[in-house]
């Protein structure tokens, strides 16, 4: 998905333009099991909240699906990403690496292990949510108080292994062969990256809803399944 991305602002002549398109749906076709899984968590998240009980073997299943989806993808792609080298110049390439690492910072830190009153003003679930539900301030504490308990046991996101794997995907683009599948790490750190993020939706979550009014419950859930049914109909068919 940061590849995807990246492609818009790389100042392509026309002819790559045309093949860029192309590649693009191919991803995103390629892409699309993955996203469909994550539609599915978000959905059964929005569900539970509504109904005020989140069916946790649900959301494990969920997850789990997601968790397969993600790991398939760099195979899945690695045709397009073969077509993609080939249609940018180096420093076409390099722009796209850099671009890359870019979005990938941004990611991490919206998904930090963390929901602290420094972020609620910039980049912070919490202080989005505070506003959107119009959250009163002993709700948002006691929401950040067990958020931060209940994520502290869930395994964390390997920082590290992302970076080596995006600083090998990098060296590899920007030489003049490239070889996808070379890179043995893609499908572990998509499904890490993938599973990661959406525990930590799920944990934010469920520390949300013991706090709500029944109102509140109604709008969270209502905005949950837009922003997942948005997020579905923007991807190409």
Do not use: C
Request: proline letters at 5%; charged letters at 20%; a negative charge.
């Amino acid at each position: 998905m940061f590849i995807t991305m990246s492609l818009g602002s790389l100042n392509t002549t026309p002819e790559q333009a045309a093949a860029i398109t192309k590649i693009r749906t191919d991803m995103h076709a390629a892409m699309a099991p993955a996203h469909d899984a994550e539609k599915t968590v978000l959905l059964v998240l929005a569900d539970g909240i509504e109904a005020n009980h989140i069916d946790q073997p649900k959301v494990d299943a969920a997850i789990a699906q997601l968790t397969a989806a993600a790991a398939s993808v760099h195979d899945a792609v690695a045709g397009s990403l073969s077509a993609l080298h080939a249609t940018l110049t180096p420093p076409q390439r390099a722009a796209l690496v850099d671009k890359v690492e870019g979005h990938f910072e941004v990611w991490h830190h919206t998904n930090a292990p963390d929901e602290a009153a420094t972020r609620d003003a910039h980049g912070g679930h919490l202080g989005k949510l505070a506003k959107e539900l119009a959250l009163s301030p002993r709700q948002v504490e006691t929401i950040r108080a067990s958020f931060a308990s209940s994520i502290s046991g869930v395994p964390h996101f390997d920082r590290a292994e992302a970076d080596a794997h995006i600083k090998a995907f990098g060296e590899a683009f920007a030489s003049d062969t490239f070889e996808p599948k070379a890179l043995a790490t893609g499908g572990s750190v998509n499904a890490h990256m993938a599973t990661w993020g959406i525990m930590r939706t799920v944990h934010f979550y469920k520390a949300v809803l013991p706090v709500l009014t029944p109102e509140q419950r109604a709008k969270l859930a209502h905005d949950i399944r837009r922003h997942a049914n948005y997020q579905h109909n923007e991807m190409p068919s």
